[in-house]
C-alpha cells in the first residue's frame, strides 16, 4: 500500500479535534459554543435569550470561552456598550 492510498483524516475527526477545547467546560459554555455555532454573532443579551440561560450565567460561559480561545468578541458598531461574540473553532 502506498501512501498515496491512506486514507485521509475524516472530516468528523477534524471537527472533534477543534471542540477539544470546549470539552471539559462546563454545560453552559458548550451550549453557548453551539448556539454561536448556528447563529454565528450574537450579544450577551441575544444568547440568554436563546439558551434561556441567566444573563449571569451567560458571562460566566463566555468568560471560560474566551479564556480557551474559543470565542472572538468585539464591540458592537451600533451600540458601543454591547459587544457581539463569534465562535473562532
Known amino acids: 500500500m502506498s501512501a498515496s492510498d491512506a486514507d ?3 472530516e468528523d475527526d477534524t471537527a472533534a479535534d ?3 477545547a470546549v470539552r ?3 454545560p453552559s459554555a ?4 453551539k448556539v454561536l455555532e ?3 454573532t450574537l450579544s450577551q ?3 440568554a435569550e436563546e439558551t434561556l440561560l441567566p444573563a ?4 460566566y460561559a463566555l468568560s471560560r ?3 480557551a480561545d474559543v470565542v472572538d468578541s468585539r464591540f458592537s458598531f451600533t451600540d458601543a456598550r454591547k459587544r457581539l461574540y463569534t465562535l473562532d473553532l
Open 8 to 10: 485521509p483524516v475524516p
Open 18 to 20: 477543534e471542540w477539544a
Open 24 to 26: 471539559d467546560l462546563p
Open 30 to 33: 458548550k451550549l453557548v459554543a
Open 38 to 40: 448556528y447563529e454565528d
Open 45 to 47: 443579551s441575544e444568547l
Open 56 to 59: 449571569r450565567t451567560v458571562r
Open 65 to 67: 470561552l474566551e479564556d
